[in-house]
């Protein structure tokens, strides 16, 4: 099992940056594949970006390819999501998920085991 808790959202002019933070718990985490994930209001949930289990390979949605970046630190049980270059449309709520099957750079949501409850992200204009 995984535990997972986000940190780090907040509010943030257009063009500017934020970090988020992902702890992880339990045994799994150094063999799991992570993904972010965000929800805006009245949106469904979408893919943001994942990281594979060793860090070495990363994939990203096309709306935020070129200005975020996910990495990993599994000797500390974090995960990371840089963003720069922030814009209105970035705004939602930011979801941590493990996939602990074994899928290469997995997409979906329904490929996700275990969840963070979420954090907030607002840039303004």
């Known amino acids: 099992q995984v535990q997972l808790v986000e940190s780090g959202g907040g509010l943030v002019q257009a063009g500017g940056s934020l970090r988020l933070s992902c702890a992880a718990s339990g045994r799994t985490f150094r063999s799991a594949a992570m993904g972010w994930f965000r929800q805006a209001p009245g949106k469904e949930r979408e893919f943001v970006a994942t990281v594979s289990w060793s860090g070495d390979n990363t994939y990203y949605a096309d709306s935020v390819k070129g200005r975020f970046t996910i990495s990993r630190d599994n000797a500390k049980n974090m995960v990371y999501l840089q963003m720069n270059s922030l814009k209105p449309e970035d705004t939602a709520v930011y979801y941590c998920?493990?996939?602990?099957?074994?899928?290469?750079?997995?997409?979906?949501?329904?490929?996700?085991?275990?969840w963070g409850q979420g954090t907030q992200v607002t840039v303004s204009s």
């Open positions: 998920a493990a996939e602990t099957s074994g899928s290469f750079l997995p997409r979906r949501r329904n490929e996700y085991d275990y």
